[in-house]
């Protein structure tokens, strides 16, 4: 049964009063789950009804994706590249695109559809998303320039990497689960932890495997990660920085200066924390990359957006 999210419950609740309070949720109407349904299946299940060739593509893809992912597909600075790489899979430094590496076509309508262009999702209508996918996957040599992709000639896409996935099937995954005289859990220790990725800071303070949230030992690739008391702005702007800046913030990627690193910020942080505050509301451009206004999350409030801005400041110091 789906529920409504507890937010808009509690203000449907604020409406009607408490007379109702004790008949908690409804079912979803059919409009509310049309509005979550909509991921595209390996076979194209849930295509909707449109189409479009790499001819119409390509405009639309110029004005809308070109600045960040390249005329060519090739990623312009570190945006994410989405041709060539084919046969660099198996080289030291694979070139995984959606040519070289994805499994189905179907992630490409799906990911476009649902997450793209970067800061304006869900904005592309249902066709211009069948013209882009075809303008990708022409980038890809995988269709000709003035082939329909559609609902029905979605499945006579090939993925040449498609065969290379397939279910794990290394020992690990198949162990028999235990149920009775089982390895006591607080005596299993974690060995080995990689920085940003292990979850030491679910670890007891005490337990010596991590003492800050950020692992103090855990390896980093610059420098090393401090534990510093964090103000209660900070505090409060974590969640925000994870939803909506992780995404540049947390690797700098496109010139965006990364948490942590210290040498990144301390230019930034003597301007003033108005200014960087200003900036991150109404975006930038700066030397290094562009600044997406409130990194393309305009639901956020300002005070949010201020909140982040001091917790990735004070993380990095
Ligand atoms: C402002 C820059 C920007 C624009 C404009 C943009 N993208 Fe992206 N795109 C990104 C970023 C950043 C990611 C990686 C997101 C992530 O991993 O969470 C991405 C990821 C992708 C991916 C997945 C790549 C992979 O291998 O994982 C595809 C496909 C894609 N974008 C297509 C498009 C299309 C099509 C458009 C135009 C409708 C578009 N993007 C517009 C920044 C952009
Ligand atoms: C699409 C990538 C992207 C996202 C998402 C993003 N940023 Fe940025 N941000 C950048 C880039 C690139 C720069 C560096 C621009 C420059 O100075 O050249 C930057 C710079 C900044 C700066 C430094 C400003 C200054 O004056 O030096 C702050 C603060 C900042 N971002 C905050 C945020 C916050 C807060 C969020 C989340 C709400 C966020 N960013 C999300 C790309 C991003």
Redesign the pocket.
Known sequence: MFKLPSALMAAALLCVGPAMAADFGRPATEAEIAGWDIDIRPDGQGLPVGGGTAEQGEPVYEAKCAMCHGSFGEGVDRWPVLAGGEDSLTEDKPEKTVGSYWPYASTLWDYIHRAMP?TAPQSLTDDEVYQITAYVLYLNDLVEYDWELNQDTFVEVEMPNQDSFFVDNRPDVVNTRCFENCADPAALQVVGTIGGVSPTGHFKEDSGVASSHYGDDAPTDEGEAVAVALSADAIAGEA??QQ??L???GSG?????KVGVKDQWTQ?VA?GLS??VE??IQG?Q???????P????MN?SDEA?AQ??SF??ESSQ
């Open positions: 970067y925000t920085y909506a800046c995404a540049c913030h990627i496109a010139g965006a200066p930034r301007q200014t960087m900036h991150a930038y700066g030397e290094n990359g562009y600044m997406p409130k990194g393309g999350h956020l957006v982040a801005v990735m400041a």
